[in-house]
């Protein structure tokens, strides 16, 4: 078995076996001097190529709006009496954060942030193909590397930016995030009073519907027996029985007077007569039969009116007909004042947040800044190169028999023989034949 040869580096040390200098600043200094050249020309190479690459670097411009979000009753309350106590701002803390009270600006940033208005602005503005994305999550997350959300708690603002190498589709792309925001927001914030309003109309037709059942019940009853008010009607109905029994009462005490005075035949007896059967009659009429519910009463009395003794049964399903009818009147009355309130409350649950800067066409790039991109890349060259020449010197000052030396020099001899013995496999005759074999009876196998 054959030990493979120790190579050594393949660049020679430039300082001999000069003695090792001790590192300071001024051997370093004079290290890079003696290196100028190839300090240099990585200068100039890097200038060179960060200038290119600077240059190929797409512009990207950025679209501002700031929008002022509504203020919460609740909140605004409790953190002005805590602002007036002095203990929130003596701590150096939020009121509102301190008490746990939900702020407008945290749910409206939220609204930016969700996936549905994501979603929205990818479909609507293509940005798939936009950004060069085949699938929407990777155009979403472009769109949200694009895009900077900040709250401002104090002051309750948003700051909404995009960034897009197009500054009129950067600004249009602003505006949109706004309308998507305010649908979105507009479904969340009114979806109970939404939900309120929708059952109170429901409720307030089928109110509607039983209030004209019941009024067209009550007037159809009130026309068939002729009974409009029953107190008033009963009180007049007794009154004029009350005239009819006096005039009665005194037409037979005038009746018997005459009848001791005259004969039978005279005609004031006849007509006095004639005039207590028909008081008779008329009373009669009046006062009735009992007519049992279900029957109908003007066929028992033959009258257009109700009887004194068939009215309290009337009466009763006219007071029943009349208290329904109130009571659904009541109810519709009711709900369509509940129903105005639910659209006022539906209303006023309408977010309204106020753009105080529109979102601007740029007019100046934000990005790339090419000079400092060019003096970075420089900057960060140098370094690099200064660090590779210190470096290299060390390697050279090494002893022959130094432990890095011979590893280096066993690595670097294990690959070249790797490479040889593929190289010489590769190009054998016997490798060579075993192919043309193979190929040889590939051609005599019958297709």
Known sequence: MSVAPIYEPS????????????????????????????????????????????????????????LVAPENSSASLMSNLLSKTGAASTLGLDPASLMGLKTPGAFYTAVLESRTVQDSLVQKFDLRNHYGKKYYQDARKALVRNTEIEEDKKSNIITLSVTDWDPKFAAMLARNYIEEMNHVAADLNTSAAHREREFLEERLKSARQD?????????????????????????????????????????QSELRGLEQIYSEDNVRVRSLRARVGELQSQLKKMLGNYTPPGVDAESQTGSDYPSIRTLPALGYRYQDLYRQARIQEGIFEFLNQQYELARVEEAKELPVVRVMDQPNVPEKKISPVRSLIVVFSVLVAMILASWWVVEVEKWNRLPAHHPRRLLFAEVTSDLRMMLGNYTRNKNSPRRRGDTEKTKNVEREVPK
């Open 11 to 66: 660049f020679p040390p430039e300082l001999g076996s000069d003695p090792p200098v001790r590192s300071g600043l001024s051997s370093r200094l004079s290290l890079w001097w003696r290196h100028r050249k190839f300090l240099w020309r990585v200068f100039w190479i890097t200038a060179l190529l960060s200038a290119g690459v600077a240059l190929l670097l797409p512009k990207k411009f950025k679209s501002t709006a700031k």
């Open 211 to 251: 209030l004209d059942q019941t009024s067209r019940q009550l007037s159809e009853f009130s026309s068939k027996h002729a009974m409009m008010d029953l107190q008033q009607q009963s009180r007049t109905m007794m009154d004029a029985a009350a005239r009819l029994q006096g005039e009665l009462i005194a037409s």
